[in-house]
């Protein structure tokens, strides 16, 4: 049970590496938090922050599989922020995971004070908000977690912007249908644009891009080969498997 009497489960995640408790009503993690994981660059002695981390699925997964990684987890919902650092501690990785309570649209002084300074992260994930507002949940923090205004995701960038340091890296998963808007987005402070469209099945439109890029740099835009989801049978492919489940990084290129 959440901190505001609001029922929960414990679910798996990475084929059991990760038990997550998260509520029954409202913004449940799937496929998209790992993914994001697995499109995030990081390694050890670095530090990490996960923008809108909810439970903390993708923030944890990252820390699972990059040992000696710091994750700072931000969240504005306070019930799920207190989940996100519980989580930590059940799959003890407490010593390296911290979860705060934080609107990612807060400003820079108020993450100074929170220990976010401005320059100190080498690399942020977010799943910002990406749907439509005219049909939002009727429950609060799923509607919270899944609509924006068509600011959203400048606003998440621009925070992400402040807390990289110059060469570092954000990662973001996104509708498929809305790349347009994440290249508008990203051309402010960010290049080096790397492109991996998520297929579900084979011969299928793309429903999600993941999409990494390097601030303060210069290098040009690169269209990765899909990942596709499940074969015509519905079937996890091998290469989904390998992220879903075993945890493994994604195939994007050096930065």
């Known amino acids: ?6 029922a929960t489960s414990d679910d798996a995640a990475l084929g059991g590496r990760l038990i997550l408790r998260q509520p029954l009503r409202g913004h449940r993690f799937g ?6 994981a697995a ?20 923030g944890l997964a990252l820390a699972r599989r990059v040992e000696g990684l710091a994750v700072t987890l931000v969240e504005i919902d306070p019930a799920l922020a207190a989940l996100a650092q519980d989580n930590a501690a059940r799959n003890r990785l407490a010593a390296r995971v911290r979860a705060i309570c934080l609107d990612v649209a807060a400003p820079a002084a108020t993450f100074a004070a929170a220990g976010l300074l401005a320059g100190s992260a ?17 429950v609060r923090s799923r509607s919270a977690a899944r609509t924006g205004s068509p600011e ?3 606003v998440w960038l621009n925070t992400a912007s402040r807390l990289l ?23 402010a402070d960010f290049a080096a644009v790397v492109i991996l469209p998520i297929y579900p099945k084979p011969d299928a439109p793309a429903i ?14 690169s269209l990765l080969p899909g990942l596709t ?7 996890p492919t091998p290469e989904t498997e390998a992220v879903l489940r075993d945890g493994a990084a994604l195939p994007f290129p050096a930065t």
């Open 1 to 6: 049970m959440t901190a505001d009497g609001s």
């Open 31 to 36: 496929h998209d938090s790992i993914l994001l």
């Open 39 to 58: 499109a995030t660059p990081a390694q050890a002695q670095e530090h990490a922050v996960e923008l809108g981390a909810g439970v903390g699925a993708a």
């Open 122 to 138: 080498d690399c942020v994930l977010m799943n910002p908000p990406f749907n439509a507002p005219q049909n939002p949940s009727p």
């Open 152 to 154: 959203t995701l400048a």
């Open 165 to 187: 340091a110059p060469g570092g890296t954000v990662a973001l998963i996104w509708r498929a249908d809305g790349l347009s808007d994440v290249l508008a987005a990203l051309s």
């Open 208 to 221: 999600r891009v993941l999409v990494r890029a390097v601030k303060a740099s210069k290098a040009a835009l």
């Open 229 to 235: 989801l499940a074969d015509k049978n519905g079937k």
